[in-house]
């Protein structure tokens, strides 16, 4: 069974400063997924990696995906208030299956 | 597009009752998938469909859950009895197979509330 980890569960930072969020899983993948989810709303699709060493940016923040490692980070360049929010990893099983089974969530607080 | 739609946004039932739930993906997906997202449990995947066939429904906790997709463009949810246990935000997300992405596109949610 797929299982996949997240730390730190919850992680509060100033503003303005770098911090990186983990995502282990346990079994092989091809894709990993980034979300980001607001207090009462939906689930926003941030980043979408399908290969080893893939690496996509988007303003202050990066993913990156390491296969071998099983491993992805989310990094958080110079942090800003809107940035504050839950963010999940979600893995894929594999190739044609479309289930993926999501981290337990981090939920960052950015503080002026 | 208009995304994903979800209806109700609120439910507020007494235990015992019929909860339908309802979702409409983005036209041209053909993937549907239902979760449920409570603080003790997480995001759940519950049942996906794929050309509105169940691929998957390992992650319905029981009989008193069912789902269908009669079309392309509609799917409900259902529970029946409903109990206290099954408060949640449910969410509804797509998808279509545009080369390897799967990526799925998630509806606003139906805050379901059993008492």
């Known amino acids: 069974e797929l299982k996949v980890e997240q730390n730190p569960l919850f992680l509060s930072m100033q503003e303005g400063k770098n911090y990186t969020i983990y995502c282990n899983y346990s079994t092989t993948s091809d894709r990993l997924y980034w979300y980001r989810q607001d207090p009462g709303k939906s689930l926003e699709s941030l980043f979408v990696?399908?290969?080893?060493?893939a690496v996509k940016q988007e303003g202050r923040l990066m993913a990156s995906l390491d296969t071998k490692a099983r491993l992805s980070t989310l990094h958080i360049t110079a942090a800003v208030h809107d940035l504050s929010a839950t963010y999940f990893c979600a893995v894929g099983t594999s190739f044609g299956n479309e289930k993926l089974t999501f981290g337990t969530g981090t939920r960052l607080t950015i503080i002026p | 597009d208009a995304g994903v739609i979800q209806s109700p946004r609120h439910e507020v039932t007494e235990m015992g009752q019929e909860v339908t739930l309802r979702c409409k993906p983005i036209s041209g997906h053909n993937s549907l998938f239902w979760y449920r997202q409570t603080m003790m449990r997480g995001l759940e995947l519950l049942i996906y469909f794929n050309n509105n066939v169940p691929i998957d429904d390992s992650g319905m906790p029981e009989d008193r859950f069912s789902a269908k997709m009669p079309n392309a463009s509609f799917s409900t949810l259902k529970i029946q009895p409903s109990e206290p246990r099954d408060s949640a935000v449910y969410f509804c997300a797509s998808s279509s197979r545009t080369g390897s992405s799967y990526e799925q596109y998630f509806g606003p949610g139906t805050r379901l509330t059993v008492t």
């Open positions: 990696l399908l290969s080893n060493g």
